[in-house]
């Protein structure tokens, strides 16, 4: 039977070294879906990922691994200012964040981190980023889990993003961070971005640009009908329209 589309990176990190690292991230096999439509992605290869909310760094260093060797990443955290973490979503701390990435990733040296509130960050920090990484394969939304944060973190996701990109919201329909569910329909109601879901995991919200949709469609469509999802707890359902 086909199996999930992962590199050895991304095998060894979840088969050995996931468990070792705080977090929430979700299961093994909701990281090797994500691996498996980046798989499937176009023209933007050649980029890295992007983190807002890091903790210490179990989900960075996921996608990371799946993006190619020698691409940049970046991972952005209020850490040690936790007075502004209103709702209790995560604590974040760069001194273990950088020592997990220097023990379980590929190419540490290759993954940024900064402090930093995204409710705050300035079109000229983004433009700075722009211009330092070029733009983002993968982007990760797991900052705050106010409706508020979630529209913006979603918001400099999608302006960061290469074509083809996917992003990842996390604890999408989690009870206990509603605000997450609220923030994503309050600003899919708005229509100011142009991406929609793709899939969803029991942690995380998978978007990709409208413009791309169909083409992932097609080759996880294809993907389904051969059974490669068998065993995974997937399903087909439409979310948002």
Known sequence: MPQLIANDVLKKYVSENLDKVNGWAGSGQSVLLLGHIAA????????????????????????????????????????????????????????????????????????????????????????????????????????????????????????????????AIDDFFHTNFPGVTEGFYRLMETQSLPFVPLAVTRKKLILCHLSYKSLYLDRLQSDWAQGVFEGIGCKMVEIAG
């Open 40 to 167: 499937k992605q176009e023209d933007c290869e050649q980029y890295g990922a992007f983190e807002i909310g890091v903790h210490h760094g179990r989900y960075l260093i996921e996608l990371h691994a799946i993006c190619a060797p020698g691409t940049r990443s970046l991972g952005l955290d209020i850490f040690g200012d936790q007075q502004k973490n209103v709702d209790g979503s995560g604590s974040g701390d760069e001194a273990i964040a950088r020592s997990n990435l220097d023990q379980f990733a590929r190419q540490p040296e290759l993954i940024q981190l900064r402090q930093g509130d995204s409710l705050s960050i300035t079109n000229a920090e983004l433009a700075e980023i722009a211009s330092t990484f070029g733009a983002f394969r993968l982007a990760s939304v797991d900052g705050g889990h106010t409706p508020v944060d979630i529209v913006r973190d979603t918001t400099i996701a999608a302006t960061l993003l290469a074509p083809g990109g996917l992003i």
